[in-house]
């Protein structure tokens, strides 16, 4: 008799067993559910990347036409002048020379003129009556005409010797700020074949320019009235801004790279921009700010056995019922992250991305206690790196 209970018993927990398996042994079927973006509003940018130098909008190298010795300057760096102001000196001693000597020139050749005018008028009184030959009279004309043109002459290299002493003082063109000198007082400078460079003169330094050079791939989607942003080295932790004014269409080859000149206007009112500085530029080709945007994901989710039609373009809310439903829409100008929406949504409504299981990971993740092995193929590159072995994964210092 007890030998019956024990086999029954026995018997009973390995039936249990064999149930407790089969039920708890079962893993158990995950559910999906939608992950849910709600409609805020947003900004699409895409930006082209340039390096450029700040450079002053308007900048003016002062010269002299004329060679001498620089006797006074009145001016040094950083100086700021007017319009008109006497920024320099040279000496004129040798010009005052050469302005009389142009007057005693044309003092003389005035007295040839008086004479030869006077000598040929009577010399073509007796020539008419009959009285000289026609060679006296020849004579008499081209002298008269020999001396009314140096006369003529000599004026004129008068007016050229006043102008040339009026140039022995050097006046700032603009108002601005001298950003260079390149002369001493006592050095000679000389006008023979080229104008020499006295200084240079910046018009506002309130107002400045980025000249940037833009690659050749990148061109074709620069365009006037661009919004920029740049830095500068000087002031790390600034962002500047701008705005494209000009793009140049003058190509500079260095090194096989064709690259344009894009010129962009910078506002510089607390001076922090200096002339020359080098300028690390985005100028955003793309810049929509306080739109309506969907993650690009959105467009191209499909739930699945949805048996009605489906728009062309559209994504996807959810009803009250958890059902999806589709939501026709327009869409614009696209980041590659997110899309634009024209028309179909607004502010507020929620469209869906994507699903997720019950446990949070989104469906068609791997889990965490899962790995990923990778396909064996007898065709494999032998040149690829293999996946490290265990205890050979740790980085090498």
Same mark, same amino acid.
């Given at each position: ?29 995950? @559910? ?10 947003? &900004? ?22 004329? &060679? ?11 100086? !700021? ?11 004129? &001693? ?5 302005? !009389? ?36 009279? !020849? *004579?008499?004309?081209?002298?008269? @005409? ?38 001493? !007082? ?14 240079? %003169? ?8 980025? %000249? ?6 990148? %061109? ?32 500079? *080859? ?84 997110? *899309?634009? %929406? ?28 899962? @790995? ?16 490290? *072995? ?8």
């Amino acid at each position: 008799m007890k030998k019956k209970i024990i086999i029954i018993t026995i018997c009973a927990l390995a039936i249990l067993a064999v149930v407790l398996v089969s039920v708890l042994g079962k893993p158990k079927a995950q @559910s999906l559910s939608y992950q849910i973006t709600t409609i805020h509003p947003t &900004s699409i940018s895409s930006s082209v990347t340039a390096t450029g130098t700040v450079e002053p909008i308007k900048q003016v190298e002062v010269g002299t036409q004329v &060679s001498g010795i620089i006797s006074k300057i009145y001016v040094d760096y950083n100086s !700021e002048v007017k319009a008109g102001q006497l920024i320099a000196e040279l000496d004129r &001693s040798v010009l005052a020379t050469e302005l !009389e000597a142009s007057k005693a020139n044309l003092n003389a050749s005035k007295t040839e003129y008086e004479y030869q005018s006077a000598n040929y008028t009577r010399i073509k009184g007796l020539y008419d009556k009959g009285l000289v030959s026609a060679t006296d009279y !020849e *004579t008499a004309e081209y002298s008269f @005409s020999k001396a009314k043109y140096s006369y003529q002459q000599a004026q004129a290299n008068i007016q050229k010797a006043e102008k040339n002493l009026g140039y022995a003082w050097i006046y700032s063109p603009i108002d601005g700020i001298v950003l260079s000198r390149a002369v001493d !007082e006592g050095q000679t400078v000389a006008a023979g074949f080229s104008t020499p460079t006295l200084f240079t %003169i910046a018009n506002d330094l309130k107002k400045m320019q980025v %000249i940037a050079d833009v690659d050749e791939a990148d %061109i074709g989607e620069v365009a006037q009235g661009q919004r920029v942003t740049f830095e500068v080295d000087a002031y790390p932790d600034d962002i500047f801004s701008g705005e494209v004014t000009q793009v140049r269409l003058l190509a500079t *080859t260095t090194s096989n790279v064709v690259t344009y000149e894009v010129v962009i206007d910078a506002p510089n009112p607390d001076l922090k921009l200096k002339p020359g500085l080098t300028a690390n530029v985005s100028i955003y080709t793309l810049d929509k700010q306080n739109i309506i945007a969907v993650p690009l994901r959105a467009l191209r989710f499909t739930p699945d056995n949805y048996k009605g039609t489906i728009p062309e373009k559209c994504v996807w809310g959810q009803g009250t019922d958890g059902s999806a439903y589709p939501i026709e829409v327009t869409t614009g100008v696209s980041d590659g992250v997110n *899309t634009e %929406i024209i028309s179909g949504l607004k502010i507020g409504d929620k469209v869906i991305t994507g699903t997720r299981l019950s446990n949070g990971t989104p469906a068609g993740a791997v889990s965490q206690g899962d @790995s990923a092995q990778p396909a064996k193929s007898g065709n494999s590159n032998p040149f690829m790196p293999k996946p490290p *072995t265990q205890g050979q994964n740790k980085r090498t210092k």
